[in-house]
């Protein structure tokens, strides 16, 4: 059975940055091909990737992952229904959440042992892990706590308002959900699984981490009554010119979403939102880790994107022999492109997948090689052409790219 899936391939080039750091401080790095790379964790992406969602999407296609949903759901109940407020809202919000997803919604312990001591109100009750709902689950999940709201218990203790409940929380996917799927440790038949996969970003080349020996002055010792720093430290730093690269399995994000509802737009719309954010959003996004501190706000050299029938294919093992600095000019991204460019075509000739549609964003002469693999595109080209050919391959219409470019 022909697939539907979306490989995306970047290569970044990052200046002394800091964008993911272990326990210590220190940038993640990795052993790969007997050196050690720079590296960037999977879940750092996917986090910067789902922030970008909020420029990007309707708040209403998103959804919020925490573990005060009891308070963001007794909100809902409250503009429902303005008398259903303060402690009534949080307990027909708790008791709701239990019946539509199994997890223990309560006061933790600690928090309230530590109110009683300070004579302080109870806090409200939390959920025991983070959990993530989508925006129209929780407005469903508060419909359900009004209708319910002259006896919510006896109101949950029926099978049909129940099993409503649990269809509310397993139906209306917000795009991150779908994307980057949901566990619910107490209620596994609510999982969602991710239609995306992201992996952990690595340096083409050997990296070593460095460190900055800093300073800061006190402003207010203008006599200078005391020599040196009124504060010194150190902050560990890498720079690299990184491949990343995530897949979009699109029959498991349409599976996912379901359907759009609304009679005025395609039935695939809620699919085509989904991957041009998710497109724009993983190519554009950067994590934020010592930001402040580098300002390293760089945009792709390279972004290749494949449509692919049978299954994902990353290309990372392009650079399991790291690739070197060019002689004279140093740097790295000429030579990432040209290992890049031989290994892609020695492995679609060998699986016979040379007639996926592929498309080619670049930046710069170090990059031209790459024009060899599809349709060069801009960002915006990018994300119109891969929605117009999921939406084409969904109606079953044959997918073409344009003549210019295109592998042979």
Known sequence: MSRTIIDVHVLQTVPPSNLNRDDTGTPKTAVYGGVRRARVSSQAWKRATRRAFKDLLDPADLGVRTRRVAELLAERITALREELNGDNALRLAAETLRAATGSKIEVPRRKAESAKKKGEPEPPPESSYLMFLSARQLDGLAEIAVDGADDITAYLKVKENKDRARGIADTRHSVDIALFG??????????????????????????????????????????DEESGAGMIGTVDFN?????????????????????????????????????????????????????????????????????????????????????????????????????????????????????????VLRVGAATEPLAALGTAVTIGGLLDEVTDAVAARSAGRPVREKAEGTRA
């Open 182 to 223: 949901r566990m619910v440790a107490d209620s596994a038949g609510i999982n969602v699984d991710a239609a995306a996969q992201v992996a952990h970003a690595l340096s083409v080349h050997q990296v070593e981490n460095e460190s900055d020996y800093y300073t800061a002055v006190d402003d207010q010792n203008e006599k």
């Open 239 to 359: 720079s690299a010119t990184l491949y990343r690269y995530a897949a979009l399995d699109v029959d498991r994000l349409r599976d996912n979403l379901g359907a759009g509802a609304r009679s005025d737009q395609p039935l695939d719309e809620p699919v085509r939102r989904a991957v041009r954010a998710f497109l724009h959003g993983f190519v554009a996004s950067m994590p934020t880790g010592k930001v402040n501190t580098f300002g390293n706000h760089t945009l792709p050299e390279a972004v290749i994107v494949t449509l692919r029938s049978a299954r994902p294919i990353s290309f990372v093992s392009a650079f399991e022999e790291p690739v070197l600095a060019a002689r004279g000019s140093g740097g790295h991204l000429r030579g990432a492109c040209a290992q890049l460019l031989a290994h892609v075509s020695d492995v679609e000739k060998a699986y016979e997948v040379t007639g996926d549609p592929t498309w």
